[in-house]
Structure formats: structure tokens, C-alpha cells
């Protein structure tokens, strides 16, 4: 069964200072890998997504994320978080067309 | 529309009572999921249509629970003899196709609370 586990429930940056939230998955066979970000009364809106190819993938609004096989993980980055990123960022695998989420991590930017 | 449309935003019954969620997907869009959103955790799955026919309904949590999508488009999510262990926010979202990796549009939810 696959599994996703984003092991920060709440982190805290200020304004300008890099970001990286963790995501682990686990599945059996090469994943498809997403990252969401839910704004309040939004709905889950996608960041980026990973197939196969090239493991670095960019994304909307200055995201990125890598995917290393070796360690199981997808973690999305951004160089400087401007006070708007401040939503819930979720990693999700896919297969045979449904998602599994992972439970999230909040992101509060400090001005 | 422009979007996916989930009528009503929200919704309070009672506890016992029958409701029925609606989903209007992007207009086009074969594939049609429903995922369910509990306080403080990722959205969970419950079902996918492919055109008419449920894909995969392994995620439904018991036979309370029945979606339909009669003509491939509009989804109506069915919740029997409700508990208030249902209340929590019903996504729906739909993609161009069921491959893995098409990208889902996710609409901005109905939230059940039952009392």
C-alpha cells in the first residue's frame, strides 16, 4: 500500500529565508509524485508533479522539489518565501488514478 | 464553468438524517474523484469515477456511504443515516483522464457538519 509521511506538522520562516517542507513516500513501484498548497477557503491548488525524467522539477510560484529515490523522498524548496506562501502544503503519490495524501504541513510566515 | 463547483458549501444535519453532495466537474473531464478532508489531515480517498462506472470505490468507508455520476458528468455523493463521525469536508476533483499523474482540479469543497 502506499503511503505518504510529512514529518513537520508546523513550520515557521520569515519572510525572505529559504524553505523546504519533507515529504517520504512509500510504494512499490516508481511513484507519481505531487505537491498541493491549500490557502483558507481554497481549494488544493497544484504546486508541481513528478512522473519520471528529470529529478528536479519546477513548479508554480517559485516552487521546486526533488525527487530522490535513494531516501524515498520529495521535498519541495523554495529560495525566498514571500508572506502570501502562507497556506498548507501537502505531498501526494498517485496510482491507477487516486492519491494518497499526506496529512500536511503548515507554513506561517514571520514579516 | 470555469472550475469545479460543489454545491452547497455547507451543509448541517442531523445526526441520522440522509444528505446529498454535489460535484459539477470541468466540463470535458472523464475522471472524477471524491476525497473526504478530516480536521488536521490530508484528504483521503473515497471514490473515482471513469465516465458513468466507479474506477475504484475502495475508499468509501462503509455502505452508508454511494456516489453516482448517471451521465458522465454532474456526481452526487450519498451519505445514509449520517454520524457525526462524518462530518469533515467532501473534495471533489476532476482530470482529463484517469492516467496516473493527470492533473486533478480540485474544488473548494462541501462542508458537512452533522449534529
Known amino acids: 500500500a502506499q503511503s505518504v509521511t510529512q514529518p513537520d506538522i508546523h513550520i515557521t520562516v520569515s519572510e525572505g529565508a529559504s524553505l523546504e517542507l519533507r515529504c517520504n513516500y512509500s510504494?512499490?513501484?516508481?511513484?507519481?509524485l505531487f505537491w498541493y498548497v491549500q490557502s483558507p477557503g481554497q481549494g488544493l491548488q497544484l504546486l508541481l508533479k513528478?512522473?519520471?525524467?528529470?529529478?528536479l522539477v519546477q513548479g508554480i510560484k517559485g516552487f521546486e522539489a526533488e525527487f530522490k529515490r535513494s531516501q524515498s523522498s520529495f521535498n519541495l524548496r523554495k529560495p525566498s518565501v514571500h508572506w502570501s506562501d502562507a497556506a498548507e502544503y501537502f505531498c501526494?503519490?498517485?496510482?491507477?488514478?487516486?492519491?494518497?495524501f499526506g496529512d500536511g504541513t503548515t507554513l506561517t510566515v514571520k514579516p | 464553468g470555469a472550475g469545479v463547483s460543489q454545491t452547497p458549501s455547507n451543509k448541517v444535519t442531523e445526526k441520522g438524517k440522509y444528505v446529498e453532495l454535489r460535484c459539477d466537474p470541468i466540463?470535458?473531464?472523464?475522471?472524477l474523484y471524491w476525497y473526504r478532508q478530516s480536521l488536521g489531515q490530508g484528504p483521503e480517498f473515497l471514490i473515482y469515477?471513469?465516465?458513468?462506472?466507479?474506477?475504484?470505490d475502495s475508499g468509501l468507508p462503509n455502505d452508508r456511504f454511494f456516489a453516482v455520476r448517471p451521465e458522465g458528468s454532474v456526481s452526487t455523493l450519498k451519505i445514509q443515516r449520517t454520524e457525526r463521525g462524518d462530518s469533515a469536508v467532501y473534495l471533489c476533483?476532476?482530470?482529463?483522464?484517469?492516467?496516473?499523474?493527470?492533473?486533478?482540479?480540485f474544488g473548494q469543497g462541501t462542508r458537512l457538519t452533522v449534529v
Open positions: 476533483a476532476s482530470s482529463s483522464g484517469g492516467r496516473d499523474g493527470t492533473e486533478a482540479f
Open positions: 510504494y512499490g513501484a516508481t511513484p507519481y
Open positions: 513528478y512522473f519520471s525524467g528529470d529529478t
Open positions: 501526494a503519490v498517485g496510482s491507477l488514478g487516486k492519491s494518497t
Open positions: 466540463s470535458g473531464h472523464t475522471a
Open positions: 469515477f471513469q465516465g458513468t462506472g466507479a474506477a475504484d
